[in-house]
């Protein structure tokens, strides 16, 4: 007689990576507040994006016309999700490549720090690994 096999677990919202239980709330949403890695200039208040696994590639970081130039870049998995542009409180857009356009700091225009696919108004993906928090 053959085991049964266990039924498949029910899914579950998506973990956060490790040593990120600081940056998430019980509702996966960020607790700290977002901020520019070169400039420190708020990207995000806290408690306005949601925590989000999606596989993108970003180009290498840069200034804001080399990022649009292309070249080179990373597979990102881990991000903040936005779901209004008005959420933001400080960032930049590239012009289109191809649908997309990449996000930047408004102010000292590093990055790109997230994407965002013109075919999708209302999702705005900003790498965890792009950025710092405080």
Request: aromatic share 6%.
């Amino acid at each position: 007689m053959e085991p049964v096999a266990a039924p498949p677990p029910s899914p579950s919202p998506p973990a956060a990576a490790p040593g990120s239980d600081e940056l998430v709330c019980a509702q996966g949403r960020n607790l700290k507040a977002v901020l520019c890695q070169r400039c420190g200039s708020r990207v995000l208040l806290p408690g306005a994006a949601t925590f989000a696994r999606r596989e993108l590639l970003l180009p290498a970081m840069r200034k804001k016309a080399a990022a649009a130039a292309g070249g080179g870049g990373d597979v990102v998995r881990e991000h903040w999700l936005v779901r209004d542009m008005f959420s933001f409180e400080n960032v930049g857009f590239t012009r289109d490549v191809g649908n997309v356009k990449f996000l930047v700091c408004a102010d000292c225009e590093a990055g790109p720090i997230g994407w965002h696919c013109l075919d999708d108004k209302d999702s705005f993906y900003v790498a965890l690994e792009r950025v710092a928090h405080k």
